[in-house]
């Protein structure tokens, strides 16, 4: 069983940086497609971020909201996913989480698409 556990998150000025991390356990990390979301209260989890099982150039989806802000990583060795998140602004805030999708070649954009979920960290920018 796929287990993903978030850390990271915390209260920051608009500005700011923060990098979440996503550890995962229980499977092989290279053979999954890892993806971030987020949920602001009383709105849906949108996508924010996803990386195949290759990372690196080509391999990687944003979000139109978070391109040129946010940066998506994996470290297969680590099994670890990161979430570089940089330039924050207020409508930034949300609980962010993370997701694995068993199609390695993936970066789904969809919730559905993702088998395993992470209980996510809460991200709360000031203005």
């Known amino acids: 069983q796929v287990q993903l556990a978030e850390s990271g998150g915390g209260l920051v000025q608009a500005g700011d940086s923060l990098r979440l991390s996503c550890a995962f356990s229980?499977?092989?990390?290279?053979?999954?497609?890892m993806g971030w979301f987020r949920q602001a209260p009383g709105k849906e989890r949108e996508f924010v971020a996803a990386?195949?099982?290759?990372?690196?150039?080509?391999?990687?989806y944003y979000a139109d909201s978070v391109k040129g802000r946010f940066g998506i990583s994996r470290d297969n060795a680590k099994n670890t996913v990161y979430l570089q998140m940089n330039s924050l602004k207020p409508e930034d805030t949300a609980v962010y989480y993370c997701a694995a999708d068993q199609r390695p070649w993936s970066f789904a954009r969809l919730p559905i698409e993702y088998e395993y979920w992470g209980q996510g960290t809460q991200v709360t920018v000031s203005s």
């Open positions: 990386i195949n099982w290759r990372g690196g150039v080509g391999s990687t």
């Open positions: 229980g499977r092989t990390f290279s053979s999954y497609g």
